[in-house]
T-cell receptor
């Protein structure tokens, strides 16, 4: 990818469990965003964390950012079948918005 | 607002033909991105416009690709001549601001198949 990589590439969990996805990136960033993509659809923004923030919450989502390690994680708590989708991290610099390779999450009812 | 609108949703064309993809960003947004998504390469940023001006086109793969934004409400991505390896889903996204602290809104994409 042009900027980041997600880990794992695929994740399968049971409904109600928590899902954790990780993102590593290469260069300095202004902020990091997480997006979700349902099959055959465009991406939808989930949450943004600024480079001077370490943790952020939004509903069942928790995002962490470690700029020293150039990494971020997305935690989805109490997962639901409807959370099944691909999740991407995106980093922004001055003139770009680069996406990682994505994690395919499957939540089994 | 209806969101970012892309057309066509699907395009099948023969190798060597010219293909034009269209995008209408959200009214008031001043940044526009074109992406290409494939299984092999993921989401690639092709070009970024700010206030209708191309700021970064380093992701445009070849001279066969060109993009324009004649006004704030319309952008095109053209491939001439098209090749089978151009087959992919092409997304347009818009945001307000330079993207530093802005979320991007994506269109539904155009699935291009070059045979």
């Amino acid at each position: 990818s042009q900027q980041g990589e997600e880990d794992p590439q695929a994740l399968s969990i049971q409904e109600g469990e928590n899902a954790t996805m990780n993102c590593s990136y290469k260069t300095s960033i202004n902020n990091l965003q997480w997006y979700r993509q349902n099959s055959g659809r465009g991406l939808v923004h989930l949450i943004l964390i600024r480079s001077n923030e370490r943790e952020k919450h939004s509903g069942r989502l928790r995002v962490t950012l470690d700029t020293s390690k150039k990494s971020s994680s997305l935690l989805i708590t109490a997962s639901r079948a409807a959370d099944t989708a691909s999740y991407f991290c995106a980093t922004t610099g001055a003139n770009n918005l680069f996406f990682g390779t994505g994690t395919r999450l499957t939540v089994i009812p | 607002d209806a969101g970012v609108i892309q057309s066509p949703r699907h395009e099948v064309t023969e190798m060597g033909q010219e293909v034009t993809l269209r995008c209408k960003p959200i009214s008031g947004h001043n940044s526009l991105f074109w992406y290409r998504q494939t299984m092999m390469r993921g989401l690639e940023l092709l070009i970024y416009f700010n206030n209708n001006v191309p700021i970064d086109d380093s992701g445009m793969p070849e001279d066969r690709f060109s993009a324009k934004m004649p006004n704030a409400s319309f952008s095109t991505l053209k491939i001439q001549p098209s090749e089978p390896r151009d087959s992919a889903v092409y997304f347009c996204a818009s945001s307000f601001g330079t993207g530093d602290y802005s979320e991007a809104f994506f269109g539904q994409g155009t699935r291009l198949t070059v045979v």
